[in-house]
């Protein structure tokens, strides 16, 4: 059974760096075409993918947030952690975290439950 | 990289069909058989529904089907249930450099 859960601080003020952490369960990240991603929704708003990380360590981010994103994976914590600078109000949002198969069709087929993510002063 | 163009809303009463579409470029859904598709109820996680065009997941009911027509996908949802009533995103694959590029979302109302 597959599982993530996402962990952040609920409120970071701007100008800040935001560190948040992707804790899964049911599959390994050494696996190839496996990966992990963040996806991102501002209350009310679409869906908004930012960076995923993949097992060979393949790594894919939003070319619009490219600069403000680092991904990385701790396999042996079954972790992905993905850093995002100079985080703004806008960015105010609810984060996810989403298994991706490449050796399938590209769907984001298992979500954690999602973590809030303020930004204000 | 433009978002994929969908319905604000659509509604249907209870056991009609109703179809939402997607409408992307050759860039993204006119280039590639991997447009998902998303239901997300409030206050919850999306829920995968389709993948790969036409594809379903095990947990979903064979009422949801999706098809593709150029650069234009549909989700269809036949014998519409109060449960339906939720918000739906397409997503599709657009290459290597832009990867994922998600449509508008388009609610869902049960009159």
């Known amino acids: 059974q597959i599982t993530l859960k996402e962990s952040a601080p609920a409120l970071v003020k701007p100008t800040q760096t935001v560190t948040l952490t992707c804790t899964f369960s049911?599959?390994?990240?050494?696996?190839?075409?496996?990966?992990v991603g963040w996806i991102r929704q501002p209350p009310g708003k679409a869906l908004e993918w930012l960076a995923f990380i993949f097992g060979d360590d393949d790594k894919r981010t939003s070319p619009s947030l490219k600069s403000r994103l680092t991904i990385t994976k701790d396999t042996s914590k079954n972790q992905v952690v993905l850093t995002m600078t100079n985080m703004d109000p806008v960015d105010t949002a609810t984060y996810y975290c989403?298994?991706?198969?490449?050796?399938?069709?590209?769907?984001?087929?298992?979500w954690g439950q999602g973590t809030l993510v303020t930004v204000s002063s | 990289q433009s978002a994929l163009t969908q319905p604000a809303s659509v509604s249907g009463s209870p056991g009609q069909s109703i179809t939402i579409s997607c409408t992307g470029t050759?860039?993204?859904?006119?280039?590639?058989?991997?447009v998902s598709w998303y239901q997300q109820h409030p206050g919850k996680a999306p829920k995968l529904m389709i993948y790969g065009g036409y594809k379903r997941p095990s947990w979903v009911s064979t009422r949801f089907s999706g098809s593709k027509s150029g650069s234009t996908a549909s989700l269809t949802i036949s014998g519409l249930q109060a449960e339906d009533e939720a918000d739906y995103y397409c997503?599709?694959?657009?290459?290597?450099?832009?990867?994922?590029?998600f449509g508008t979302g388009t609610k869902v109302t049960v009159l």
């Open positions: 997503c599709s694959y657009a290459g290597s450099n832009t990867f994922y590029v």
């Open positions: 049911g599959f390994s990240l050494s696996t190839i075409p496996v990966g």
């Open positions: 050759s860039s993204d859904v006119g280039s590639y058989n991997l």
């Open positions: 989403v298994h991706q198969d490449r050796s399938s069709w590209y769907e984001l087929d298992y």
